[in-house]
């Protein structure tokens, strides 16, 4: 499955983004879709994951009630809502799906191109 990720851009502090990814195929129940970032000289981390069957979300605990993850199954789609952002959240924004929650880069099998945040402060 190929992602297409996008939404990045440059805002100010407080302010707030909605990345969008789009699978070339349908996401299946089984799927996990996940949400990680990358800051410059840093590795990739964790932000946010949904079971595409069930729903259920999990967040990194620096997000944890500033982003939000959720799913459009009609369209392929996953969604990153953030808001109230840092100059911290600035990084490179990955979307990446799996078959299986993980935390971890490498627990996923496919991963969007990337799209850039960078927040002012």
């Known amino acids: 499955v190929q992602l297409q990720a996008s939404g990045g851009g440059l805002v100010q502090a407080g302010g707030s983004l909605r990345l969008s990814c789009v699978a070339s195929?349908?996401?299946?129940?089984?799927?996990?879709m996940g949400w990680f970032r990358q800051a410059p000289g840093k590795g990739r981390e964790f932000v946010a994951a949904?079971?595409?069957?069930?729903?259920?979300?999990y967040y990194e605990d620096s997000v944890r009630g500033r982003f939000t993850i959720s799913k459009d199954g009609a369209k392929n789609t996953v969604y990153l809502q953030m808001n109230s952002l840092k100059p911290d959240d600035a990084a490179v924004y990955y979307c990446?799906?799996?078959?299986?929650?993980?935390?971890?880069?490498?627990?996923?099998?496919?991963w969007g191109q990337g799209t850039l945040v960078t927040v002012s402060s």
């Open positions: 195929r349908r996401i299946y129940s089984s799927n996990v």
């Open positions: 949904i079971r595409w069957g069930s729903g259920i979300r």
């Open positions: 990446a799906a799996g078959t299986q929650y993980s935390t971890t880069p490498n627990g996923y099998d496919y």
